[in-house]
C-alpha cells in the first residue's frame, strides 16, 4: 500500500512562513487528486487544499491568497506553501491521497505563535 510521509513542520511566528512537504512511496502520476488537511485540538479535521491529478487547485476559504499547493512528479512529493501564517493555522497538517482507496500520512505539527 502507498505510504505517505509528512515533514516540514515547526514553530513559526506570526506573518512567517513554512513549506509542507508529502512524499509517496510511489509514482503519484496516477493518484486521483491529492489534498493537505488539518486538525486543531477539539475540532474537525477540515481541508486546507487539494491538487487534482488534472492539476485543478482549490482551497479553503481561510487560506486562499496566502497558501498554495504543488506537486512534483519526479520526487513523488506535493507541497503546501504556507505564507503569511496566522495563529489560528496552527494544527496538525495531514497528507491525503485518492487513489483506489484513501490514504493519510501521520500528520505534521505546524505552530504559529510568538
Known amino acids: 500500500q502507498v505510504q505517505l510521509v509528512e515533514s516540514g513542520g515547526g514553530l513559526v511566528q506570526p506573518g512567517g512562513s513554512l513549506r509542507l512537504s508529502c512524499t509517496a512511496s510511489?509514482?503519484?502520476?496516477?493518484?486521483?487528486?491529492m489534498g493537505w488537511y488539518r486538525q486543531a485540538p477539539g475540532k474537525q479535521r477540515e481541508l486546507v487544499a487539494i491538487?487534482?491529478?488534472?492539476?485543478?487547485?482549490n482551497y479553503a476559504d481561510g487560506v486562499k491568497g496566502r497558501f498554495t499547493i504543488s506537486r512534483d512528479y519526479a520526487r513523488n512529493t506535493v507541497y503546501l506553501q504556507m505564507n503569511s501564517l496566522k495563529p489560528e493555522d496552527s494544527a496538525v497538517y495531514y497528507c491525503?491521497?485518492?487513489?483506489?482507496?484513501?490514504?493519510w500520512g501521520q500528520g505534521t505539527q505546524v505552530t504559529v505563535s510568538s
Open positions: 491538487i487534482t491529478g488534472g492539476g485543478t487547485t
Open positions: 491525503n491521497a485518492q487513489i483506489s482507496v484513501i490514504v
Open positions: 510511489e509514482s503519484i502520476f496516477n493518484f486521483d487528486a
